[in-house]
């Protein structure tokens, strides 16, 4: 039976490639989907893009990931990246109709790692898992319930899958034993062989879809790392932020009133300690939990006057939200109609999914927030828990059902928020405590209260494989040392942020550390154009600027790295390679941070073939090695590529605003030769999109006296940017 389908499908193909051309041919193809029977068949791929294969599975679905976060395939980058021919065996991997739901498999080579599975904070290899994806607060178990629950692996043999579907996605990672595996694991006697399993050897990842279709996606790449730039790529591309979104912010207590935010302001520049925006929580609303979205005249009397206020000490406003609506705003009785079933907190849930409904906040959001100059959003409690949000069996008139609105509904709000700062020709970069796959090019960076230190950085890890952003956020902290490791660590993530809404903590609260504190933050300042450019790799090349361990080249076990046995004594990389690093990560292309955490004096850190140097001292310090380093508490252990050169400018107090002219000092580490292209624009617009952006070039080279030598290219009259002036060196290893 399952033959005839697809000998008849074979045939309809060939006539519509005869006939209309191959191409159109694939689209209906395409737009039928795969028929499915209860039995597996295999999948039938079409090339989407360069080393991109698309197979629709079932019947359609009205939503799905992709569309929630509209994303729109960047072509000329994906053809930039190259072709690549289909990573498995095209008739290894299957799907069925099972009781109405969607099975599929792909199988797994022994010695595979996977990665990705939504925003998991425990561990960063995956194999071996079972994931229920569903957006929920992160409850302290890599189970699938987590703020960004993306239904994306990566294998480190070159290829990833990915499940459009709105739907609670299970993935059973190499747990599932099959009697028709092609690849069994051996059967031991537990009682006489110490071999003996409980999870025996699974050859295969099982995912089950609970609809009757989804879109399945193949990513291609030579490495773990060009995987996820084509994920990356053919999901929008990854967001370039506006430039003071790299700068430092602080969010003030929720009932904060302007005179507070005014001191607080003061403040920062008293203690000459950076800041670029401000967080105003909840009380800025004149009812919130449920909101009402509109300025509590009490606690702000001019809105308008004091957001051009503060723009004009350089400090951007951020708002607080939660989406749910009150029933004290004058939007309420027009929103009835157009929302859930059910309330939150007792407000509405708008059906963003109407246009109708988008637009009664887009008016609001515009005249009471955007067009009075506020710069971003925090859309907080869009995650979980379950007994907050809407349940399931919750109705939506857009005929959207309960479980996919909890799958899209951060990714929505983070689009159509966006949109209304776009159609400004404006950048925004906020804060949103729920994600999903398509929302790679959407300004927002995840967060949440979970505030586990260790953990944090295993999400920062994590959130390089699945095309999302995630900050370790600081609130308070038990010591002073544990304030100035978590401090430490914050300064190397997407966004620098003391989120102080309970406390009204400063960076300067613990005096013991103050010092530190400052420096490391100005050291993130300093750092501004090295962040900026791994920003635009992220947008045009789709790299992450945050990448876990596993996507640095040859990182992941290599056999021929091994020398005799695999003990940690014996050969501690080759052990350290293929164990789980989820402690240490790089930041853009040349930056290896090993975060340290309070009440910890030493750490281990593992350093990738090719030398590796002292970010601070410029010393060497080791190559293809796991090292341990004593660092004391002023520093934050980082590591520079042997040959990198990395751009800083002057401490400042905000990041690089358009017309201000910064030297740059570049610094050169090692003893390799090195170049480096630096990435420029306006750092406001979306004019970089029509190619208003320059690359600078440097080269470092040896001269005739075998000293080094640096030379700049700073190109005359560009089409955006032109921060940087006059440029110096300083060549670390002399
Ligand atoms: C929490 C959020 C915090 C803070 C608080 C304000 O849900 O995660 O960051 O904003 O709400 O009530």
Redesign the pocket.
Known sequence: MNRTILHLKTIFKMIFKTILGNGMGMLILLFMGQVLQAQPVSLQWQPVAPGVWKVQVGDPQPIDLLKAGGAAPRGEALQKLGDRSFPLRPEACYAERQAGKIYLRFPLQKEEQLFGLGLNFKNVQQRGRIFNLHTDHYGGADNGRTHAPVPFYVSDKGYGVFVNSAQYVTVYAGTGVRKDSPDPPRVYDRNTEPGWDPQPYSDAVEILVPASGAEVYIFAGKTTLEVVQRFNLYSGGGVLPPKWGLGFTQ?VP?LSTADDVRKEVAAFAKNKFPLDFIGL??GWQSKS?PCTFEWDHTRFPDPEAFTREMLGKGIRLNL?LNPYLSPASSLYEKMKPLSGSHTVWNGLVPDVNLPEAADLYKGLFVKQHIGIGVSGY?I??IDGFDNWLWPDIASFPSGVTGEQMRQVFGLELQRLTSSWFRERNTRTYGLA?ASNAGGVSLPYVI???YYDHRDFITALCNSSFIGVLWTP?VRKSGTAEEWLRRMQSVCFSPMAMI?A??DGTKPWSYPEVAAQVSEVAMLRMQLFPYLYTSFAQYYFEGKPPVRAMNLVEGFSFDPTVSTGSLSSTDNPYAMAVKQDIKDQFMLGDDLLVAPMFAGDKKRKVVLPRGKWYDFYSGKYAGNAEVIEVEPGLDHIPLYVKDGALIPMIPPVLHAPVKGELLPLEIRHYGEAPGSLALYDDDGETFDYEKGAFTWYTFQVVKDRKNKWKGVANLPKGQKGGGQYGAVSWKFMGE
């Open positions: 969010r929720s929580e909840p939990y607080w925090k907080d409690e405590r967060y949440d209260d956020e989120n809404w309970a």
